[in-house]
C-alpha cells in the first residue's frame, strides 16, 4: 500500500526547533519531488517548501526561507524538515505529500502535481 506518514510534530516554545520526518511506504521516494505543506486552522493549506528527485533543488516559502531546512535521504526513503526559530504563526497541521514521478524541479504550492498525501502532525508554538 504507497503511504506517507509524518512524524516529529509537538509542542514547542517559540524559539525552539522541531525536525519532522516523512516515511514512505510501498514505494521508493527515487523518482519524486517530495513536498511539505501547513493548514493553521481557518486558513487554506499553504506551500512550505519541497525537494527535487536528483539534484535536491529546494524551494520555500518567504514565510519560512532562512528558518526551515529540506533535505531527503533516499536510502531511508524519509524526507526531512527541519524547522528552527519557530513562531506562533508556525503553528498547523504539517502534510508531505508526494508529486507526480520524473518532474525536474519540485512544484511548490502547486497541489495538483501532488498524488499522493500524508495525514498530517501538528506543530502547536506557544509559551
Known amino acids: 500500500q504507497v503511504q506517507l506518514a509524518e512524524s516529529g510534530g509537538g509542542l514547542v516554545q517559540p524559539g525552539g526547533s522541531l525536525r519532522l520526518s516523512c516515511t514512505a511506504s510501498g514505494f521508493s521516494l527515487d523518482p519524486y519531488a517530495i513536498g511539505w505543506f501547513r493548514q493553521a486552522p481557518g486558513k487554506e493549506r499553504e506551500g512550505v517548501s519541497c525537494i527535487s528527485r536528483r539534484l535536491l533543488r529546494t524551494n520555500y516559502a518567504d514565510s519560512v526561507e532562512g528558518r526551515f531546512t529540506i533535505s531527503r535521504d533516499n536510502a531511508k526513503n524519509t524526507v526531512y524538515l527541519q524547522m528552527n526559530s519557530l513562531k506562533p504563526e508556525d503553528t498547523a497541521v504539517y502534510y508531505c505529500?508526494?508529486?507526480?514521478?520524473?518532474?525536474?524541479?519540485?512544484?511548490?504550492?502547486?497541489?495538483?502535481?501532488?498524488?499522493?498525501w500524508g495525514q498530517g502532525t501538528q506543530v502547536t508554538v506557544s509559551s
Open positions: 505529500a508526494r508529486s507526480r514521478p520524473y518532474l525536474t524541479m519540485c512544484p511548490r504550492g502547486l497541489e495538483s502535481e501532488y498524488d499522493t
